[in-house]
């Protein structure tokens, strides 16, 4: 259904798309909204985004960009081999 949306849309000049992976139990840190909270990854404890730690690092051009920069920051993952992955890309 995503296809024949993106199809529609862009006129048939589809961009590429990577096919889906099921992601793994265990494969990303879990974090509560507690401690997401004291972290400070989105919002100030004040409520604020200006000093969070998203807006501090946040140099995505697209709004795409900008919320695969705050999943990642939401859900880090746990293998060492596939942080370095996505360190060296």
Same mark, same amino acid.
């Given at each position: 259904? +995503?296809?024949?949306? @993106?199809?529609?849309?862009?006129?048939?000049?589809?961009?590429?798309?990577?096919? *889906?992976? &099921?992601?793994? /139990?265990?494969?990303?840190?879990?974090?509560?909204?507690?401690?997401?909270? %004291?972290?400070?990854?989105?919002?100030?404890?004040?409520?604020?985004?200006?000093? $969070?730690?998203?807006?501090? +690092? /946040? &140099? #995505?051009?697209?709004?795409?960009? $900008?919320? *695969?920069?705050?999943?990642?920051?939401? $859900?880090? *993952? #746990? /293998?060492?081999?596939? @942080? %370095?992955?996505? *360190? /060296? $890309?």
């Amino acid at each position: 259904a +995503i296809l024949a949306y @993106v199809e529609k849309t862009q006129i048939s000049a589809r961009p590429p798309i990577a096919p *889906l992976r &099921r992601e793994h /139990d265990g494969a990303a840190m879990r974090i509560d909204a507690a401690t997401r909270a %004291n972290l400070e990854l989105f919002r100030t404890l004040h409520g604020e985004k200006k000093g $969070s730690l998203i807006e501090a +690092i /946040d &140099r #995505t051009v697209t709004p795409a960009g $900008s919320r *695969l920069l705050a999943q990642r920051l939401a $859900s880090p *993952l #746990t /293998d060492p081999a596939a @942080v %370095n992955l996505r *360190l /060296d $890309s």
